[in-house]
């Protein structure tokens, strides 16, 4: 009877605990971990100014960490004007800023993973938003109608780009896209002028429907284009595909395009193949004047200067794995090889003056370069 009694003693604390709900410096926290003593934001109704999010808070004469911006904490707030988030928060949940129309600028700290749903939702305020390598997902509706947002960076690779993410941002005019990206998930941004896309995932259905401006799509790396991704992409005037092998795509995945007056430009040599493939035939013209998609990564990612060289010769490899180099002669004659770091120098004061092959090969391919000794 005892330890019924002092279990349901605990219990009943426990409850009590979590339940808490306090204020400290201004902003509402309910304790959510009485074990690890975290705590989270919680709703802020009507809320106005600057909120400063500490890492730590005292409650009862005990410091708690803050780990999570709760669901609809600062929903509504139309006179949040910034806001800092500590590097202990992990998720910003659900509504967190709905609608927080004056706040314009917010740093999401690399501590976080995840973004929720319709958490930024119409914050038309926003102008500049870079996410942080940590975010694993962004949730749908996450930036629906964040019209002022004008310049927006993703790590390498990306994270999860899921419905609606971005519906409706019309100020984006650019986006480099490093990940799969979700149904409808652009739709509507009537600003966007050029994409890229380099992806070893998907582009969902209706990703960039009645994206109007959109003039110029660079496809690098994509494994699946979903129905309609392109609908009534009215401007779209020129596409450039490093993929040697031409996607098998829906008939309207360009439907409300005039692909007859568009130009693709695609990898040499594989004009034939684009030609003789349904839907990519109808572009014209079709031109053969692009790196292949391996070669285009390894340019992207290799730094050889300065050439012409006299005495030192600098490779960088970026981003790069198992690289290594094969140095020939102009006849092709093979005169050393070596495995590379990511920062290499080459004593070059022993060549002779003339033209030299330098070859990187890595994972992700290959790539020569002549080089000239003087």
Known sequence: MKKTLLFLFILVN?????????NYNGINYQVTDVTNFYVKVVTNT????????PETVNFSSQNYTVKEIGYEAFRGCSGLTSVTIPNSVTYINSYAFHTCTGLTAITIPNSVTILGIASFYGCTGLTTLNIP?????????????CTGLTSLSFPSPGPSINYCTFSGCTGLTSLNLTSSVGASSFSGCTGLVSVTINTPGSIGTEAFYQCSSLTTLTII????IGDRAFKDCS???TVNCYITTPLSISYNVFSGVNVTSCALNVPVGSEAAYEATSVWTDFNPINGNLLAMDNFVMKDNIQ?????????????????TNTKLEV???????????????????????????MYLFKVTSDE??????VIKN
Do not use: C, H, R, W
């Open 14 to 22: 426990t409850s009590l605990a979590l339940s808490q709900t306090f």
């Open 46 to 53: 009507g809320f106005s100014g600057v909120a400063i999010i």
């Open 133 to 145: 390598s940590s975010i694993t997902t962004i949730d749908d509706f996450a930036f629906v109608g």
């Open 221 to 224: 790396s994509v494994s699946i």
């Open 235 to 237: 401007s779209l005037n």
């Open 304 to 320: 050889l200067y300065p050439n012409p060289t006299k005495n030192t010769l600098f490779i960088n490899t970026k981003n790069l």
């Open 328 to 354: 020939s002669d102009s006849n092709g004659k093979l005169l050393f090889n070596q495995i590379l770091n990511s920062t290499n120098t080459f004593d070059t004061s022993n060549f002779s003056n003339g």
């Open 365 to 370: 391919g290959s790539l020569t370069t002549k």
